[in-house]
T-cell receptor, first 113, second 115 residues
Framework: AQSVAQPEDQVNVAEGNPLTVKCTYS??????LFWYVQYPNRGLQFLLKYITGDNLVKGSYGFEAEFNKSQTSFHLKKPSALVSDSALYFCAVSVGNFNKFYFGSGTKLNVKP | NAGVTQTPKFRILKIGQSMTLQCTQDMNHNYMYWYRQDPGMGLKLIYY???????DKGEVPNGYNVSRSTTEDFPLRLELAAPSQTSVYFCASSTGTSGDTDTQYFGPGTRLTVL
């Protein structure tokens, strides 16, 4: 069965510090992994995805994610957090030919001034 | 280019009532999806469609129906609303040209409460 886990319900970080939001996955076949961000009362916005190739993927708003096949992880990172990064972050894996997504439970990121 | 639009934004239903959540995309995407998001949970796939006239069940289809008569529209129907269907509903679409590597684009959501 396909699954995605986000082990932290909440991550707190001070503005200017680096941030990491964790994601691990379990899929059969090739993992195609995505990160989305959700601001309050809004839909999900695409940040980045890993398909193949370089294990470090760069995305929108200065975010990047590191794919680690041996650890089955796809952690989201940013070198210097902004207060405006505070939001809910979702990791997802795409499965099958019809691009069906399985989502993690989400991690709330709080960036304090 | 509006992307994915959903109506209504909010709705309160009584138990047993029915309603249709509307979803429209103007990106000429082949694939469309309906998800529900419950508090503290990730999104769960309800139904999806890979083209006009073609739909299939996702993880949590019970209590819902869909149709896809055009490329642009993918309405979700609740026939007999139950409190367990209180949730936020998101519609999404993707091109369908790259299989499982496509990015999905999401609408703003419909917040539904069943009392």
């Amino acid at each position: 069965a396909q699954s995605v886990a986000q082990p932290e319900d909440q991550v707190n970080v001070a503005e200017g510090n680096p941030l990491t939001v964790k994601c691990t996955y379990s899929v059969s076949g090739n993992p195609y992994l995505f990160w989305y961000v959700q601001y309050p009362n809004r839909g999900l916005q695409f940040l980045l995805k890993y398909i193949t190739g370089d294990n470090l993927v760069k995305g929108s708003y200065g975010f990047e994610a590191e794919f680690n096949k041996s650890q089955t992880s796809f952690h989201l990172k940013k070198p210097s957090a902004l207060v405006s990064d505070s939001a809910l972050y979702f990791c997802a894996v795409s499965v099958g030919n019809f691009n069906k997504f399985y989502f993690g439970s989400g991690t709330k990121l709080n960036v304090k001034p | 280019n509006a992307g994915v639009t959903q109506t209504p934004k909010f709705r309160i239903l009584k138990i047993g009532q029915s309603m249709t959540l509307q979803c429209t995309q103007d990106m000429n995407h082949n694939y469309m999806y309906w998800y529900r998001q419950d508090p503290g949970m990730g999104l769960k796939l309800i139904y999806y469609s890979v083209g006009a006239g073609i739909t299939d069940k996702g993880e949590v289809p019970n209590g819902y129906n869909v149709s896809r008569s055009t490329t642009e529209d993918f309405p979700l129907r609740l026939e007999l609303a139950a409190p367990s269907q209180t949730s936020v509903y998101f519609c999404a679409s993707s091109t369908g040209t790259s299989g499982d590597t496509d990015t999905q684009y999401f609408g703003p959501g419909t917040r539904l409460t069943v009392l």
